[in-house]
């Protein structure tokens, strides 16, 4: 039969299987193929937190979407388009994710008696009209992978564990994605190490692709032309990734030393192993005996002369309060990297959440003003930390750098910085005793002097107690307690002079502006664009500094008439603004481990704006 | 005979530095010392500034780091780099200091409370890691700066503000725990020994890796004479045994009497009037780490001796050395980092 091909402009894909099915592993290979083909691309990986949860069961299922297209992608999306359902589990519990009449692509195979029941179906949903209004291709992927493998005579277990290939094959193909890219991973990965392993994901991968080649089954196959993208030189990056190439950044254009304390916590664990194989620029990566430690050692290598920094998620920011006002107090540069996730407590590790910016601004003992900035996409952690790290050493003080888990594992393309045009991260050490006191400042800034411990003459003690001002040496003194936690605050605020003022994509006034910070920028803004192809008039208006604000932000907000401000969390940048500008803004906020939806915001736009707009 | 670790390092410690001619003054910083008078903690900043002039690091590498409490107000004192940090966290920040700079001679000054208790975890992992830092552990058996609540180190009974019944918690025993974290170098001395602890500094000092002293301060104020059986003249000959390596464990006030080992037990025997001598006695070996911990353990029999001095000393490979020797691998490998292609990545592609 004749194979037609369609154009499509965008396609969301979700892989969903058992946690033990590589999932993360054939999302990413797909990411990959497809950044290179030019889409613009954005992703979800949705994993549990068990590391291999019992197969089959609703709670083991791990899964990955991919929205790419042709046009400019901003979220990952809110629905798939296509499912690929690798047991009955996977199709139970992704199923509500998948836009009616959508595609599902199923193992077959895995639709056992024993296995429907493990995922809650009393009856077949493949025999019982449960997937009517879906398209549903039955595939043999297990059987076909074993067939694929015959003759290689390698046990059940290995075969099983190839037929995430049979699939990523066979998604190629329907999207028209070569094999090229998979090829290179699979013999880079395994070729050495393990020539039969690499030869049977081979066999597995092109068996999947020349299924859709050959069957009858799939009759259309579709192409997704590269995007639009400004000219430049691009490659796809995960969030984590680049925090990770940010912090390398910010040391190579400072010439200090990059110091990561670190102790291992999810989402926030892989910038940590990022910077563990980077030994080549210097970098010194330090995984401590627990987040104390780990923050206290970045803070030694800081006074030191290095860049210090921390990584961490909510419950080890928690933890390293205490240790966050000794270099507050010691005025020490430090890039506290917090990767959130649904909390509190324990929460939701491996989910969302942007609910760490109230313990980022306040969470902390006394007067204890710091800078905390925030990523807005994957790519964005590059600028967002490199910008950490340039405030840090020029105010001699801590700033936390906000990511989410969303965007630590979710995958853009990014046009690669060129490294000679980063912004300059000027560093001087003092080294003249003659002028030389620990706690003077300069006008500008209000940063103190960082003398580093070596320096001949400059031998001098500071700690956690109230300095005196100038000398830094211990005092109870009232008055200089007053002006110290004062002048703590101010140079903080300094640091609005030296940030850009806060743009506003769309009008500068009218009826309603919309705020976001943090990973909601691509919900929101495509909720934005949205509304507004349907004639309404939005503004918006996405933050990366949140303490301070940029300084013009207080008349912005005063041109409109109403302000909306979507977040996950129950309510945080909304206390922020509402307290500092007075002004009555309302929220959106929904507290799911998930990114936003774009549908619901457009709903909340449409609901303010009524019919008195556009 | 076996040489110990100290008279290796100290041939290589002459040779490989130019003496400089520091002296007492250059150490003592412009502040008031604000200890209680009588304090323990005087004599052992003396002791701390007296041997240092007799180093020969550079003074501007010296960096003291402290947590909380009494003995955490040190670095104060001393006219070096110092961080007078919070409670528990000097040996992680200690940590980062060293990582960043090997070439800085760090020293931690702590006590029973902020190093044991509050701080216990970091102790433990910086020793077992084996950085060049000398930790300096004050141990008054009691909370002082806090006004004279029961710390780790309390004995069982131990009636304080926060407990009038008497502690009921098992105390630790410092050394035993530094040598149960595979320090590399553990000792014992006294404030109201000045000698010995001068020359505890020097050996902690000399050593290459975690040095771990733990002194006996007394708290005159809220634990006074907590340690007078072992630092009064007229007890201390019987209740203390002085380690020396490569020698018998000799004590009392005539030399009489002796330790020597039954099986793993160590027990008192007169070598004047048995029929023991001296070659029954166990000879210390301060590279013998389960010796270390057979002495360590004399602690809990009442009747021995307490030991003072170097209850074990090995070289190991210092944590900044191997962080060090990774980062060159590295660069030889892969040669120093080059930013741009780091950023490019493994794929790159390119829109016109």
């Given at each position: 039969?004749?194979?037609?091909?369609?154009?499509?402009?965008?396609?969301?894909?979700?892989?969903?299987?058992?946690?033990?099915?590589?999932?993360?592993?054939?999302?990413t290979?797909?990411?990959?193929?497809?950044?290179?083909l030019?889409?613009?691309?954005s992703t979800?990986?949705?994993?549990?937190?068990?590391?291999?949860?019992?197969?089959?069961t609703?709670y083991?299922?791990?899964?990955?979407?991919?929205?790419?297209?042709?046009?400019?992608?901003?979220?990952?999306?809110?629905?798939?388009?296509v499912l690929?359902?690798?047991?009955?589990?996977?199709l139970?519990?992704?199923?509500?994710?998948?836009r009616?009449s959508?595609?599902?692509?199923?193992?077959?195979?895995?639709?056992?008696?024993?296995?429907?029941?493990?995922?809650?179906?009393?009856?077949?949903?493949?025999?019982?009209?449960?997937?009517?209004?879906?398209q549903?291709?039955?595939?043999?992927?297990?059987?076909?992978?074993?067939?694929?493998?015959a003759?290689?005579?390698?046990s059940t277990?290995?075969?099983?564990?190839?037929?995430?290939?049979?699939?990523?094959?066979?998604?190629?193909?329907?999207?028209?994605?070569?094999?090229?890219?998979?090829?290179?991973?699979?013999?880079?990965?395994?070729?050495k190490?393990?020539?039969?392993?690499a030869e049977?994901?081979?066999?597995?991968?092109?068996?999947?692709?020349?299924?859709?080649?050959?069957?009858?089954?799939?009759?259309?196959r579709?192409?997704?032309?590269?995007a639009?993208?400004?000219?430049?030189?691009?490659?796809?990056?995960m969030?984590?990734?680049?925090?990770?190439l940010?912090?390398?950044?910010?040391?190579?254009?400072?010439?200090?030393?990059?110091?990561?304390?670190?102790?291992?916590?999810?989402?926030?664990?892989?910038?940590?192993?990022?910077?563990?194989?980077?030994?080549?620029?210097?970098?010194?990566?330090?995984?401590?005996?627990d987040?104390?430690?780990?923050?206290?050692?970045?803070?030694?290598?800081?006074?030191?002369?290095?860049?210090?920094?921390?990584?961490t998620?909510?419950?080890?920011l928690?933890?390293?309060?205490?240790?966050?006002?000794?270099?507050?107090?010691?005025?020490l540069p430090?890039?506290?990297?917090d990767?959130?996730?649904?909390?509190p407590?324990?929460?939701?590790?491996?989910?969302t959440?942007?609910?760490?910016?109230?313990?980022?601004?306040?969470?902390?003992?006394s007067?204890?003003?710091?800078?905390?900035v925030?990523?807005?996409?994957p790519?964005?952690?590059?600028?967002?930390?490199?910008?950490?790290?340039?405030?840090?050493?020029?105010?001699?003080?801590?700033?936390?750098?906000?990511?989410?888990?969303?965007?630590?594992?979710?995958?853009e393309?990014?046009q690669i910085?060129?490294a000679?045009?980063l912004?300059d991260?000027?560093?001087?050490?003092?080294?003249d005793?003659?002028?030389?006191?620990?706690?003077?400042?300069?006008?500008?800034?209000?940063?103190?002097?960082?003398?580093?411990?070596?320096?001949?003459?400059?031998?001098?003690?500071?700690?956690?107690?109230?300095?005196?001002?100038?000398t830094?040496?211990?005092?109870?003194?009232?008055?200089?307690?007053?002006?110290?936690?004062?002048?703590?605050?101010?140079?903080?605020?300094?640091?609005?002079?030296?940030?850009?003022?806060?743009t506003v994509?769309?009008?500068?006034?009218?009826?309603?502006?919309?705020?976001?910070?943090?990973?909601?920028f691509?919900?929101?803004?495509?909720?934005?664009?949205?509304?507004?192809?349907?004639?309404?008039?939005?503004?918006?208006?996405?933050?990366?500094?949140?303490?301070?604000?940029p300084?013009?932000l207080?008349?912005?907000?005063?041109?409109?008439?109403?302000?909306?401000?979507p977040?996950?969390n129950?309510?945080?940048?909304?206390?922020?603004?509402?307290?500092?500008?007075?002004?009555?803004?309302?929220?959106?906020?929904?507290i799911?481990?998930?990114p936003l939806?774009?549908?619901?915001?457009?709903?909340?736009?449409?609901?303010?704006?009524?019919?008195?707009?556009? | 005979?076996?040489?110990?670790?100290?008279?290796?390092?100290?041939?290589?410690?002459?040779?490989?530095?130019t003496?400089?001619?520091?002296?007492?003054?250059?150490?003592?910083?412009?502040?008031?010392?604000?200890w209680?008078?009588?304090?323990?903690?005087?004599s052992?900043?003396?002791q701390?500034?007296?041997?240092?002039?007799?180093f020969?690091?550079?003074?501007?590498?010296?960096?003291?780091?402290?947590?909380?409490?009494c003995s955490?107000?040190?670095?104060?004192?001393?006219?070096i780099?110092?961080?007078?940090s919070?409670?528990?966290?000097a040996?992680?920040?200690?940590?980062?200091?060293?990582m960043?700079?090997?070439?800085?001679?760090?020293?931690?000054?702590?006590?029973d409370?902020?190093?044991?208790?509050i701080?216990g975890?970091?102790l433990?992992?910086m020793?077992?890691?084996?950085?060049?830092?000398?930790v300096?552990?004050f141990?008054?058996?009691?909370?002082?700066?806090?006004?004279?609540?029961?710390?780790?180190?309390?004995v069982?009974g131990q009636?304080?503000?926060?407990?009038?019944?008497?502690?009921?918690?098992?105390?630790?025993?410092?050394?035993?725990?530094?040598?149960?974290?595979?320090?590399?170098?553990?000792?014992?001395?006294?404030d109201r020994?000045?000698?010995?602890?001068?020359?505890?500094?020097?050996?902690?000092?000399?050593?290459?890796?975690?040095?771990?002293?733990?002194?006996?301060?007394?708290?005159?104020?809220?634990?006074?004479?907590?340690?007078?059986q072992?630092?009064?003249?007229?007890?201390?000959?019987?209740?203390?045994?002085?380690?020396?390596?490569?020698?018998?464990?000799?004590?009392?006030?005539?030399?009489?009497?002796?330790?020597?080992?039954?099986?793993?037990?160590?027990?008192?025997v007169n070598?004047?009037?048995?029929?023991?001598?001296?070659?029954?006695?166990?000879?210390?070996?301060?590279?013998?780490?389960?010796?270390a911990?057979?002495?360590?353990?004399?602690?809990?029999?009442?009747?021995?001796?307490?030991?003072?001095?170097?209850f074990?000393?090995?070289g190991?490979?210092?944590?900044?050395?191997?962080?060090?020797?990774?980062?060159a691998?590295?660069?030889?490998?892969?040669?120093?980092?080059?930013?741009?292609?780091?950023?490019?990545?493994?794929?790159?592609?390119?829109?016109?």
């Open positions: 039969m004749e194979k037609t091909t369609r154009t499509l402009d965008e396609v969301t894909i979700r892989f969903a299987g058992d946690s033990g099915d590589g999932m993360q592993l054939t999302g290979q797909f990411t990959n193929t497809t950044a290179v030019g889409n613009d691309l979800l990986p949705d994993f549990p937190a068990e590391i291999r949860a019992p197969a089959g609703t083991g299922v791990s899964g990955f979407q991919i929205h790419f297209g042709s046009t400019d992608i901003l979220t990952p999306g809110d629905n798939c388009d690929v359902a690798m047991n009955p589990a996977a139970m519990t992704n199923l509500k994710t998948l009616s959508g595609t599902i692509i199923i193992n077959v195979d895995a639709f056992t008696d024993k296995n429907l029941r493990m995922a809650g179906y009393t009856s077949n949903p493949l025999e019982d009209g449960h997937l009517n209004n879906y549903v291709h039955k595939v043999n992927i297990s059987k076909l992978t074993s067939n694929a493998l003759d290689m005579n390698l277990r290995f075969i099983e564990k190839c037929k995430n290939f049979f699939a990523l094959g066979l998604m190629y193909w329907l999207y028209n994605r070569p094999l090229e890219q998979s090829i290179k991973f699979i013999q880079e990965k395994f070729g190490k393990d020539p039969q392993v049977a994901n081979l066999r597995v991968l092109k068996a999947g692709f020349n299924y859709g080649e050959t069957v009858e089954i799939f009759n259309t579709y192409e997704v032309k590269p639009k993208l400004p000219p430049g030189r691009y490659r796809n990056i969030g984590n990734v680049a925090s990770a940010g912090l390398v950044a910010a040391s190579r254009k400072s010439g200090l030393q990059l110091f990561l304390g670190s102790y291992p916590i999810t989402p926030a664990s892989d910038i940590l192993h990022e910077l563990s194989q980077l030994k080549e620029f210097g970098v010194k990566t330090f995984q401590a005996e987040e104390i430690g780990a923050i206290c050692a970045a803070i030694g290598a800081s006074y030191a002369g290095g860049l210090g920094v921390t990584s998620s909510g419950p080890g928690a933890l390293k309060g205490e240790a966050i006002n000794l270099a507050i107090m010691l005025e430090l890039v506290v990297i990767v959130q996730r649904g909390g407590s324990t929460g939701l590790p491996t989910k959440e942007q609910a760490d910016l109230l313990q980022a601004v306040f969470g902390r003992n007067e204890s003003p710091l800078c905390v925030s990523a807005s996409t790519a964005d952690c590059f600028n967002t930390v490199y910008e950490a790290c340039r405030i840090a050493v020029k105010f001699m003080t801590p700033v936390i750098c906000l990511t989410d888990g969303y965007l630590a594992n979710g995958a393309p990014w910085p060129n000679n045009e912004p991260i000027p560093v001087s050490f003092p080294t005793p003659a002028t030389f006191k620990p706690y003077s400042r300069n006008p500008e800034t209000l940063a103190r002097p960082w003398a580093i411990p070596g320096t001949v003459g400059l031998e001098h003690r500071i700690g956690g107690l109230e300095k005196e001002d100038v830094g040496n211990i005092s109870y003194d009232p008055d200089n307690h007053d002006l110290m936690v004062r002048t703590r605050a101010a140079k903080i605020e300094r640091i609005a002079e030296d940030i850009p003022l806060q994509d769309g009008e500068s006034e009218g009826d309603l502006l919309v705020i976001g910070w943090g990973s909601t691509g919900s929101i803004k495509s909720a934005v664009n949205n509304t507004r192809a349907r004639g309404m008039a939005v503004s918006f208006l996405h933050l990366r500094y949140l303490n301070p604000f300084k013009n207080g008349e912005i907000l005063y041109k409109f008439k109403n302000i909306l401000v977040e996950i129950n309510g945080q940048l909304i206390r922020l603004l509402r307290a500092k500008y007075l002004v009555p803004a309302v929220g959106f906020n929904k799911r481990g998930l939806v774009t549908e619901e915001i457009e709903e909340k736009i449409h609901a303010i704006l009524g019919g008195n707009n556009g | 005979m076996l040489f110990s670790e100290a008279t290796m390092a100290d041939a290589a410690h002459t040779e490989n530095t003496p400089l001619k520091l002296t007492v003054k250059d150490f003592q910083s412009d502040q008031d010392v604000r209680c008078p009588g304090c323990g903690d005087y052992i900043l003396a701390v500034q007296r041997v240092f002039p007799e020969t690091h550079k003074k501007e590498n010296y960096v003291a780091v402290s947590g909380i409490g955490s107000r040190f670095p104060y004192y001393m006219d780099y110092g961080v007078h919070i409670h528990g966290r040996p992680a920040i200690a940590s980062g200091i060293k960043l700079n090997p070439e800085l001679n760090v020293w931690v000054f702590t006590g409370g902020d190093g044991l208790s701080g975890n970091h433990i992992h020793l077992r890691r084996n950085l060049d830092i000398k300096i552990l141990n008054n058996e009691i909370y002082g700066l806090t006004k004279g609540q029961y710390s780790p180190t309390s069982i009636i304080t503000k926060s407990t009038p019944m008497g502690s009921i918690d098992h105390p630790f025993v410092p050394v035993l725990l530094a040598l149960g974290a595979e320090a590399s170098f553990v000792a014992r001395t006294m020994d000045p000698k010995h602890l001068q020359e505890m500094m020097r050996r902690a000092e000399r050593h290459k890796g975690s040095a771990f002293v733990e002194i006996y301060q007394n708290c005159n104020v809220f634990n006074d004479g907590a340690f007078f072992y630092t009064e003249k007229d007890t201390r000959d019987d209740s203390v045994v002085y380690l020396e390596h490569g020698k018998p464990l000799i004590f009392g006030k005539q030399k009489e009497k002796g330790i020597r080992l039954n099986g793993f037990t160590p027990e008192i070598i004047k009037e048995t029929g023991y001598s001296i070659s029954d006695l166990v000879a210390h070996d301060e590279t013998d780490s389960t010796l911990v057979i002495l360590a353990n004399m602690i809990h029999n009442p009747s021995l001796p307490r030991p003072m001095g170097v074990l000393g090995i190991r490979p210092t944590y900044e050395e191997s962080v060090q020797a990774q980062i691998k590295a660069k030889s490998k892969k040669g120093e980092g080059g930013l741009q292609k780091l950023l490019d990545g493994d794929e790159v592609w390119i829109i016109q």
